[in-house]
């Protein structure tokens, strides 16, 4: 049973479309994130969804937007490519948000040409 | 602002060598302490974890870790590594609503 996943796997578009990646659990969590990894391994928190709210927005540009249609999603849309958006996107989820272990999913890596 | 240091970018070790991985958080307030590894193509799994209580935790498959509080420090440890332990472990610290993430430590293991 996959508790964290992502679609798609791998992604890769041309600068300035628009592209979606969805994300899923199926442990009952309350609270989801997007995290972006760089290609220094850097992981930075995007943003986290708890009952549906908007949690945390980092200073991450307007054209990123989490879009969560209920507890069990949260998908990401990106509007108008960038090269810089290249990396690896891992989806977490976790019970509430207090310190409590986040589960990730298994990223999606997106390449921007 | 809070931040999570791991000073050890790779670390390259024979076969049951032991192992030490460094890891210091700034936060001033109540912190909890996470490491996590991302096995080659895998996603991040939880190694273990610090809430309270012991300082010293241990987690899965042989590791271990101790908090310091007096050094704001977290490092992880084995006392004999395998060729399967090749992966990029992450240190992270929960505090104020965020869970923030050091670089993370390359360890190689050579069989």
């Known amino acids: 049973d996959t508790a964290v996943s992502q679609t798609p796997k791998y992604l890769v578009t041309q600068m300035g479309n628009d592209k979606s990646i969805k994300c899923e659990q199926n442990?009952?969590?309350?609270?989801m994130y997007w995290y972006k990894q760089d290609s220094k391994k850097f992981l930075k928190i995007m943003f986290s969804y708890n009952n549906k709210e908007l949690i945390i927005n980092e200073t991450v540009p307007n054209r990123f937007s989490p879009k969560s249609p209920d507890k069990a999603h949260l998908n990401l849309h990106i509007n108008s490519l960038e090269l810089g958006d290249s990396a690896v996107y891992f989806c977490?989820?976790?019970?509430?948000?207090?310190?409590?272990?986040?589960?990730f999913g298994p990223g999606t890596r997106l390449l921007v040409l | 602002a809070q931040s999570v240091s791991q000073h050890n970018h790779h670390v390259i070790l024979s076969e049951a060598a032991s192992l030490e991985l460094g890891c210091n958080y700034s936060y001033g307030g109540t912190v909890n302490l996470f490491w996590y590894v991302q096995y080659p193509g895998q996603h991040l799994q939880l190694l273990l974890k610090?809430?309270?209580?012991?300082?010293l935790v241990k987690g899965i498959k042989g590791f271990e870790a101790e908090f310091i509080k007096s050094k704001f420090s977290f490092n992880l440890r084995k006392p004999s590594v395998q060729w399967s332990d090749t992966a990029e472990y992450f240190c992270a610290a929960y505090g104020a609503n965020n869970l923030f993430f050091g670089t993370g430590t390359r360890l190689t293991v050579i069989p």
């Open positions: 977490a989820s976790s019970h509430g948000l207090a310190g409590v272990v986040q589960y």
């Open positions: 610090y809430f309270s209580g012991d300082p």
């Open positions: 442990l009952g969590h309350d609270t």
